[in-house]
Antibody, heavy 119, light 106 residues
Framework: QVQLQESGPGLVKPSQTLSLTCTVS??????????WNWIRQYPGKGLEWIGY???????YYNPSLKSRVAISVDTSRDQFSLKLSSVTAADTAVYYC???????????WGQGALVTVST | EIVLTQSPGTLSLSPGERATLSCRAS??????LAWYQQEPGQAPRLLIY???SRATGISDRFSGSGSGTDFTLTISRLEPEDFAVYYC????????FGQGTRLEIK
């Protein structure tokens, strides 16, 4: 059974960079065919896809966030990471990592990590 | 950007009744549509993908239909654990989600 777990600071100051890591267990991140995604959910419940990465390092980002987002992968640790720069209070959300087969639906999700942007 | 509009925003029904949730896309997504269920404090759970295929372990009380721009999630006989928030998601282009339908006990 594949499991994903987000980790990182729960509080980030405005204008700084949000950094989160997702650790995958029960399966290798290098398994072909799977994309490794970041999604966030605002306090008001809306879901927003942030982007995904393939184990080779190829990425695809939400055009609305593209200028501020970077997703990277560390296959030796079965981890992938999210960096979101120049954050504001509007970036306060629960951040989820998830696995999809291709750019498809998300069969596996992490439990989510609440990140608050505040001074 | 493909916008997904879910209706109704809130649906009030009783256990044993049939629920019908709608998701409309601003342009065709073929059958690249999924449905998720989310309970408070938990991650969304995949119910349906490819418009009508049930995910592993999902009860046959859940069914999906539609293609192009209009999609429906039907829950045939509501159980107490079905009362939650439901989201649709399209993965035809840059991924997007609907705003959700809250299914509450009447």
């Amino acid at each position: 059974q594949v499991q994903l777990q987000e980790s990182g600071p729960g509080l980030v100051k405005p204008s700084q960079t949000l950094s989160l890591t997702c650790t995958v267990s029960g399966g290798s991140i290098s398994s072909g065919g799977f994309y490794w995604n970041w999604i966030r959910q605002y306090p008001g419940k809306g879901l927003e896809w942030i982007g995904y990465i393939y184990y080779s390092g190829n990425t695809y980002y939400n055009p609305s966030l593209k200028s501020r987002v970077a997703i990277s992968v560390d296959t030796s640790r079965d981890q992938f990471s999210l960096k979101l720069s120049s954050v504001t209070a509007a970036d306060t959300a629960v951040y989820y990592c998830a696995r999809s087969y291709g750019s498809g639906p998300y069969h596996y999700w992490g439990q989510g990590a609440l990140v608050t942007v505040s001074t | 950007e493909i916008v997904l509009t879910q209706s109704p925003g809130t649906l009030s029904l009783s256990p044993g009744e049939r629920a019908t949730l709608s998701c409309r896309a601003s342009q065709s997504v073929s059958s690249y549509l999924a449905w998720y269920q989310q309970e408070p404090g938990q991650a969304p759970r995949l119910l349906i993908y490819g418009s009508s295929s049930r995910a592993t372990g999902i009860s046959d009380r859940f069914s999906g239909s539609g293609s192009g721009t209009d999609f429906t999630l039907t829950i045939s006989r509501l159980e107490p654990e079905d009362f939650a928030v439901y989201y649709c998601q399209q993965y035809h282009g840059a991924i997007s989600f609907g705003q959700g339908t809250r299914l509450e006990i009447k």
